[in-house]
C-alpha cells in the first residue's frame, strides 16, 4: 500500500481495513493479525499498527480478547454505519469532481452519470 503524505498512516491503514470489512474480505467475527504481522503486511511502524487497533477499537470496529487477539466486529449496524459513510464519500467526491468539470446543476450530473453508465 502506498501512502498519502496529507493524511497519517494509521488512518489510512483504517480506511483500507474498513473498505476491506465492507467489500467481505474481512468478514465478522473474522481474527486480525498481531500487531506485528499488521506491521509487516502495511510495512509500518509497529507503535503506528498498535494505534490503528487501538483507534479501531474505541471506533467499535474490532475488540480484543484477552490471550487470544483481536477480531472484527460481529454487529451488523457498524457494518451498515461504514458503508453508508464511504457511500457518502464516494457521493461528496464525484459531485466536486463533476463541478470541476464545469457541471453545478445536479440533474446534468445525474444525466452525465447516466450517459457514462451507458457506454
Known sequence: MEFETNKP???QVIEDIKRRMVAGELPPG????SVRDLAVAYTINPNTASRVYREMEQMSLCFTRRGLGTFITEDPAVYEQIRSGMAKECLANFVT???HLGYHDKQAMIEQLLAFQEN
Open 9 to 11: 498512516i494509521y488512518l
Open 30 to 33: 473474522e481474527k486480525l493479525p
Open 97 to 99: 469532481g463533476m463541478k
